[in-house]
């Protein structure tokens, strides 16, 4: 009964991101609803097998607050100045994924998640998409290639769906944005353990060839 009670609901997760994939609490919703899945509760283990990765799980990295106001004092060009002016110009909130973090951080999965979340816009400013649907459907494909997350697959496909019943003249364009993102995570090496915080001051373009990502 409860696995057919995750199921609708997951379901009716899909149902509200086709309807309107700019409500990023249906994402949200997503991948709370694949991650309750039994049969995936164990895969952070891959992640772990990472010395870096293992490292900032055991770190707790990003667990406190971030200054986000003097990010503006940081040089231009550097990791910090083009994030505070990243969230300022479309309009962010850079607390909305740990606002949205409501229980405590108990696994190592609890905790890969939140930092996913937590650094999304950051991924976007490194890879360079924007948060169009088409940009988002790009690093969210970068996503798949790098993390092999279930919801990321799933929001891709959903995407194209979306694309084809919404924006058909559209899918050309989206279908470069999610090629471009599957090429460049494929290539380029991982983001996830990436010490964000410790570098506002890096050159951003620097963080770009260090990781090899090409825009």
């Given at each position: 009964?409860?696995?057919?009670?995750?199921?609708?609901?997951?379901?009716?997760?899909?149902?509200?991101?086709?309807?309107?994939?700019?409500?990023?609490?249906?994402?949200?919703?997503?991948?709370?609803?694949?991650?309750?899945?039994?049969?995936?509760?164990?895969?952070?283990q891959?992640?772990?097998r990472?010395?870096e990765?293992?490292?900032?799980?055991?770190?707790?990295q990003?667990?406190?607050?971030?200054?986000?106001?003097?990010?503006?004092?940081?040089?231009?060009?550097?990791?910090?100045?083009?994030?505070?002016?990243?969230?300022?110009?479309?309009?962010?909130?850079f607390?909305?994924?740990?606002?949205?973090?409501?229980?405590?951080?108990?696994?190592?999965?609890?905790?890969?998640v939140?930092?996913?979340?937590?650094?999304?816009?950051?991924?976007?400013?490194?890879?360079?998409?924007?948060?169009?649907?088409e940009?988002?459907?790009?690093?969210?494909?970068?996503?798949?290639?790098?993390?092999?997350s279930?919801?990321?697959?799933?929001?891709?496909?959903?995407?194209?769906?979306?694309?084809?019943?919404?924006?058909?003249?559209?899918?050309?364009?989206?279908?470069?944005?999610?090629?471009?993102?599957?090429?460049?995570?494929?290539?380029?090496?991982?983001?996830?353990?990436?010490?964000?915080?410790?570098?506002?001051?890096?050159?951003?373009?620097?963080?770009?060839?260090?990781?090899h990502?090409?825009?």
């Open positions: 009964m409860f696995k057919l009670y995750t199921k609708v609901k997951l379901l009716f997760a899909v149902y509200r991101y086709l309807k309107d994939p700019n409500q990023v609490d249906s994402v949200l919703k997503l991948g709370n609803q694949l991650l309750s899945q039994q049969s995936l509760s164990d895969y952070p891959r992640y772990l990472n010395k990765i293992a490292e900032m799980v055991q770190q707790k990003g667990t406190k607050k971030i200054e986000f106001e003097q990010l503006a004092t940081c040089h231009e060009d550097s990791l910090g100045w083009a994030y505070y002016h990243f969230i300022k110009t479309n309009n962010l909130d607390t909305f994924y740990e606002k949205d973090t409501k229980d405590p951080i108990k696994s190592d999965r609890d905790y890969i939140y930092r996913i979340r937590q650094t999304h816009d950051l991924w976007h400013l490194v890879t360079g998409f924007d948060t169009s649907q940009g988002e459907a790009g690093l969210i494909a970068f996503y798949y290639a790098q993390l092999k279930p919801l990321s697959a799933l929001i891709v496909g959903l995407a194209i769906i979306h694309f084809l019943l919404k924006r058909p003249k559209d899918l050309p364009v989206l279908f470069d944005k999610i090629t471009h993102g599957w090429t460049m995570g494929k290539n380029s090496l991982s983001l996830l353990a990436y010490p964000w915080e410790e570098n506002w001051n890096t050159n951003l373009n620097s963080i770009r060839i260090k990781h990502i090409h825009l």
